[in-house]
């Protein structure tokens, strides 16, 4: 059992590329919560431009850390549902359930919506208290880092249930990896032809062992030509959100096309909106994820129908520091860290 007012090692962001290791309060747990022991927690592009200092909504001292999975360590007495020793995935996303865009099915964007991590300390961390009512129990023997991705794999199923429709053609922009994400669940929905869009060779080339066809930006034009249908394309997913993706995706989706904005590289970006509107072109902004998209990204993670190989890796909670600097300075050869906080050091008895 773990002591009252005992201590552990967590992350901590201070400011612009300031994040250190260092001792902290256990969580202590209140109603509804349950107490997780991270075994595998991601390291998200928007925690990149957090540690960078370009996140609006992250206020130091933070323990950031919002895709994980880990081991139920301890529930508050009131917790039904879950038990100690189960292992889970969390979705930090937490919704107040009385609000009207709660009532619409649509927590995503609650009024008073919260995210673990972000208002509350999050997982980069040995611990984590959570809601109980936010985890999805999953097998034992799932592959803990893998189960890491429900959170993002969410966000992309969200963006893909948003524009893209079974058997058409797609367009992807960005190999990071919310757009490998995308790529995998629009392949799992039944799309078509997939077009992958970015300005690294390295990354297209995890796109391609993924199913893709892949163009640099300057080639995207022609690959549309020559690698799509010729009915060319009704939507595009923006997985990057900057001035250059935006407008190139206007220029080239089908009039009465959609552009599933994920991406929330740039605040501002000058487009062509008289061509949005001659063209009717919708632009869907596209953030985090339903309840249902979550537990349809644990159902494909669990059923072995994403792929984390070759493009992602993992780190130790001492090594985390560096890779934040490794994947902010262009370093880092994998597109997704993964921390594993406890080493896969045996569970406290
Ligand atoms: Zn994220
Ligand atoms: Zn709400």
Same mark, same amino acid.
């Given at each position: 059992?773990?002591?009252?007012?005992?201590?552990? #090692?967590?992350?901590?962001?201070?400011? $612009?590329?300031?994040?250190?290791?260092?001792?902290?309060?256990?969580?202590?747990? #209140?109603?509804?919560?349950?107490?997780?022991?991270?075994?595998?927690?991601?390291?998200?592009?928007?925690?990149?431009?957090?540690?960078?200092?370009?996140?609006?909504?992250?206020?130091? $001292?933070?323990?950031?850390?919002?895709?994980?999975?880990?081991?139920?360590?301890?529930?508050?007495?009131?917790?039904?549902?879950?038990?100690?020793?189960? #292992?889970?995935?969390?979705? &930090?996303?937490?919704?107040?359930?009385?609000?009207?865009? !709660?009532? @619409?099915?649509?927590?995503?964007? !609650?009024?008073?919506?919260?995210?673990?991590?972000?208002?509350?300390?999050?997982? =980069?961390?040995?611990?984590?208290?959570?809601?109980?009512?936010?985890?999805?129990?999953?097998?034992?023997?799932?592959?803990?880092?893998?189960?890491?991705?429900?959170? $993002?794999?969410?966000?992309?199923?969200?963006?893909?249930?948003?524009?893209?429709?079974? =058997? /058409?053609? @797609?367009?992807?922009?960005?190999?990071?990896?919310?757009?490998?994400?995308?790529?995998?669940?629009?392949?799992?929905?039944? @799309?078509?032809?997939?077009?992958?869009?970015?300005?690294?060779?390295?990354?297209?080339?995890?796109?391609?062992?993924?199913?893709?066809?892949?163009?640099?930006?300057?080639?995207?034009?022609?690959?549309?030509?020559?690698?799509?249908?010729?009915?060319?394309?009704?939507?595009?997913?923006?997985?990057?959100?900057?001035? @250059?993706?935006?407008?190139?995706?206007?220029?080239?989706?089908? $009039?009465?096309?959609?552009?599933?904005?994920?991406?929330?590289?740039?605040?501002?970006?000058?487009?062509?909106?008289?061509?949005?509107?001659?063209? /009717?072109?919708?632009?869907?902004?596209?953030?985090?994820?339903?309840?249902?998209? =979550?537990?349809?990204?644990?159902?494909?993670?669990?059923?072995?129908?994403?792929? #984390?190989?070759?493009?992602?890796?993992?780190?130790?909670?001492?090594?985390?520091?560096?890779?934040?600097?490794?994947?902010?300075?262009?370093?880092?050869?994998?597109?997704?860290?993964?921390?594993? &906080?406890?080493?896969?050091?045996?569970?406290?008895?």
């Amino acid at each position: 059992m773990i002591e009252r007012g005992a201590a552990m #090692k967590a992350l901590v962001y201070y400011g $612009p590329k300031q994040i250190t290791l260092e001792q902290y309060d256990m969580p202590e747990l #209140k109603q509804g919560e349950a107490l997780i022991r991270i075994e595998a927690v991601g390291i998200c592009g928007s925690e990149l431009e957090g540690y960078l200092g370009h996140s609006s909504v992250r206020t130091p $001292p933070l323990v950031m850390g919002h895709e994980f999975c880990g081991g139920i360590e301890r529930i508050a007495p009131d917790v039904t549902g879950v038990q100690t020793g189960d #292992k889970g995935i969390v979705n &930090p996303l937490i919704s107040c359930g009385a609000c009207d865009r !709660c009532a @619409a099915g649509r927590p995503n964007i !609650c009024r008073n919506r919260q995210i673990i991590g972000i208002h509350r300390p999050g997982a =980069f961390a040995e611990y984590a208290a959570v809601p109980a009512a936010n985890i999805y129990r999953v097998p034992n023997e799932l592959d803990s880092d893998l189960a890491s991705l429900a959170e $993002p794999l969410a966000v992309c199923i969200h963006a893909v249930k948003l524009g893209l429709r079974p =058997f /058409e053609d @797609a367009v992807i922009y960005g190999a990071g990896p919310i757009g490998l994400l995308t790529l995998q669940a629009a392949r799992q929905m039944g @799309a078509g032809r997939i077009l992958v869009v970015d300005r690294q060779q390295e990354r297209l080339a995890f796109a391609r062992q993924l199913g893709a066809e892949t163009a640099l930006p300057e080639q995207a034009e022609e690959a549309f030509d020559s690698l799509l249908s010729a009915r060319g394309v009704d939507t595009i997913i923006d997985c990057v959100g900057v001035q @250059a993706t935006r407008e190139q995706a206007i220029q080239l989706v089908n $009039p009465g096309g959609s552009i599933v904005i994920v991406g929330l590289g740039q605040d501002q970006s000058t487009l062509s909106m008289n061509h949005v509107v001659r063209r /009717e072109i919708s632009l869907i902004g596209s953030y985090t994820y339903t309840n249902a998209d =979550f537990e349809q990204a644990v159902y494909l993670l669990t059923n072995g129908c994403i792929s #984390k190989e070759s493009w992602s890796t993992t780190c130790s909670l001492d090594e985390a520091p560096d890779a934040f600097a490794a994947l902010t300075d262009g370093t880092a050869k994998f597109s997704k860290i993964i921390i594993n &906080p406890n080493g896969g050091r045996p569970t406290h008895g």
